[in-house]
């Protein structure tokens, strides 16, 4: 975009551009239809909607640096330097487009085409949906040499917009503090944010995104704080992904086009895991449940490499053993991600993050053919270890598929296949009935008296279950700990289209706890299982159907008085209020496993509905948790290790 271009759209993006659809009396009454929830998930929402507005910015070509602080009070504030929000008289509304955009949902820049080609945001509530939910909110405007600022509350302005002097400066900050009415968590996680900037700046290559947090000082007297850049974007995106993986070639495949109007950018590496890791994003929004984008890029790859394999007759051992080739086996081993832009993206799927603009599917494949031709060709020796790769996992899937069948014949319905070790419960109600993993079979035995016979399901689990991290997927499926995982489900793996794909039509358990005892052992038992869930069974975790039982770690008593603690701040608070801040005279015991307390103790503390707590398991950034799992799981130590050292502090583990 030229200067000259650049200061006609700058000319041109003022009040008129601003249009108006409806009011914001329904955000409040509804907060979770425009923001997912009122928890945790949602706090951190708020911040993504304003961020996205910068970003809309950056994409447009009139910012580079996004600044977001956590105040002292987990208020919030975002600066960029930006063109500032439009703030002359709006023509319809009489009042100035920064209040008709701060008060206004469906109210801004991004649905006039002429200011933004491609906009982040869904559905177009952003800040003003942010103000709807903050019980203070401050705008200032940097714009045309001018300050500019107004102030709100629960999305009420406070006073006209005023000019406040003078400046040099240009863009937009804005503070907001969500509102405790409304949210049922208050507290911002600075690692929440970190990831999402650290995503958007991968994402978005050249743009500065800042992070400080002034609740947390170092020793020198400094707020914590981080800065996001890359240079390369999606290259450095996926190799920060692969970085505790080892990889099967030494080139990052990048590639970064336009097809039918569509930006096209896709970067891909093979390692010697036996994984399909495929991040898909729309105008840097996480597409979760993919789409046709995705469907587009499967498409491609497929196509491509099995021509190019054809051609140089590197296929003739399969041929031989009469083994077909499968889609699944050009993505064994791959980590890629995708990112496109869409002017009008169309969503659907359950949690509207599922691309549905047919037009985009040829564009991706198109531009995954052309680009993959070519770096084919010009690099043969990756080529042939990437059909080396292919053929191996058609091979192992050959042999997958008979361990599958063995699996799937233990047919739960027939009442004879279930695992010997489960204690099933009576009820048959997947919307009822729990399923607890429990380590061990003494604390199996221990929940298995304590249960509730008519709804909770116990499946004792012998020592720690295979690392899937690291093992072929017909391994995965001749493991008997997991056989018997997925026989006691009820669930069936494969589809015509996706020999992976899970098909949970007659899943038993619509809750998953995994209960183990609380030391070092139960910790890496408990990551064993969610790396299993999240490498072979990702839509238990989806669905929301994934858990961990938090047991207490301490029983107190002092007289007659009793009180179970689940971390130190508990067990510290008990000996504060009954013993003077001494532990004189009170019984301390430290539980280090689920067998060291009865069935009554169990059931009261952690498995009885009324009193338990159970932590859901999500994932909020898959390329995030992707990159966790494959360092804690991996053959590499010195990642693992600074891991544990940065966490140790939330994890009620032993040293």
Request: hydrophobic content about 35%; aromatic content about 8%; glycine content about 8%.
């Amino acid at each position: 975009m030229t200067e000259e271009q650049m200061n006609n759209n700058n000319e041109q993006y003022g009040a008129s551009s601003i249009q108006v659809l409806e009011g914001l009396e329904a955000v409040r009454k509804r907060p979770a239809m425009y923001i997912g929830d009122v928890g945790f998930k949602g706090l951190h929402h708020l911040v993504y909607e304003v961020v996205d507005n910068s970003i809309d910015e950056a994409l447009a070509g009139y910012c580079d640096t996004i600044e977001v602080t956590i105040n002292e009070d987990n208020s919030i504030t975002v600066a960029d330097n930006g063109r500032g929000i439009p703030v002359d008289i709006h023509e319809k509304e009489g009042k100035s487009a920064l209040e008709v955009v701060m008060t206004v949902l469906h109210a801004g820049g991004k649905f006039d085409k002429g200011s933004y080609k491609v906009s982040g945001g869904l559905h177009g509530v952003g800040v003003s949906c942010v103000n709807a939910l903050s019980s203070f909110m401050r705008v200032e405007v940097a714009r045309n040499k001018q300050l500019y600022v107004q102030e709100y509350s629960i999305g009420r302005p406070q006073f006209d917009v005023k000019m406040l002097g003078d400046t040099n400066s240009q863009g937009t900050k804005v503070t907001f503090l969500p509102d405790k009415t409304i949210f049922n968590e208050t507290v911002y996680k600075y690692d929440v944010l970190a990831n999402r900037l650290r995503e958007l700046a991968f994402l978005n290559a050249g743009i500065k995104l800042m992070l400080t947090d002034k609740r947390e000082t170092s020793e020198d007297g400094n707020f914590k704080q981080e800065t996001f850049y890359s240079k390369e974007g999606l290259k450095e995106f996926v190799s920060y992904i692969d970085e505790s993986r080892e990889s099967l070639i030494d080139n990052v495949i990048h590639i970064s086009t336009e097809k039918n109007g569509t930006p096209v950018e896709i970067a891909m590496i093979y390692n010697t895991s036996y994984n399909e890791n495929i991040h898909s994003y729309v105008n840097n929004i996480n597409t979760i449940e993919g789409g046709t984008h995705l469907t587009g890029f499967r498409r491609g790859l497929t196509r491509t490499l099995k021509k190019y394999a054809e051609d140089n007759k590197l296929l003739e051992k399969l041929e031989k053993q009469k083994i077909e080739i499968s889609g699944d086996d050009f993505r064994e081993g791959l980590t890629a991600v995708i990112s496109i832009k869409v002017a009008e993206p169309q969503f659907e799927g359950q949690t509207k993050t599922k691309l549905g603009n047919s037009e985009v599917m040829g564009s991706v494949d198109m531009a995954v053919g052309e680009a993959l031709s070519n770096y084919l060709e010009e690099n043969p020796k990756d080529a042939r270890t990437i059909v080396d790769k292919v053929v191996l996992a058609a091979t192992a899937r050959h042999a997958a598929r008979k361990a599958r069948e063995l699996v799937q014949r233990k047919s739960p319905l027939s009442g004879g296949g279930l695992p010997g070790k489960l204690a099933d419960c009576s009820s048959k109600d997947p919307d009822k009935c729990e399923l607890f993993l429990v380590e061990g079979d003494s604390a199996g035995g221990t929940a298995k008296q304590g249960r509730s016979r008519e709804y909770q399901a116990i499946l004792p689990l012998r020592g720690k279950i295979l690392n899937v991290e690291k093992a072929m997927p017909h391994k995965v499926l001749e493991s008997e700990e997991i056989k018997n995982i997925y026989t006691a489900m009820g669930v069936t793996i494969g589809t015509e289209e996706d020999s992976k794909a899970l098909n949970l039509s007659k899943l038993r358990y619509k809750k998953i706890i995994i209960m183990t005892d609380a030391d070092v052992d139960g910790a890496h038992i408990a990551t064993l299982l969610m790396t299993f869930f999240f490498r072979h069974m990702k839509e238990i975790i989806e669905q929301g159907y994934l858990y961990i039982a938090t047991p207490p770690l301490y029983l107190m008593k002092k007289g007659k008085i009793e009180e179970y603690c689940w971390d130190d701040q508990q067990r510290q608070s008990f000996i504060d209020r009954h013993g003077g801040g001494s532990e004189a005279g009170i019984s301390i015991q430290r539980y280090k496993g689920l067998g060291e307390m009865n069935e009554t103790q169990l059931w009261d503390t952690t498995m009885n509905p009324a009193n338990r707590t159970l932590r859901q398991v999500t994932i909020d950034n898959a390329a995030t948790a992707d990159h966790v799992f494959s360092m804690l799981m991996g053959d590499d130590v010195a990642p693992r290790r600074q891991f544990i050292e940065q966490n140790a502090t939330y994890a009620n583990i032993d040293a």
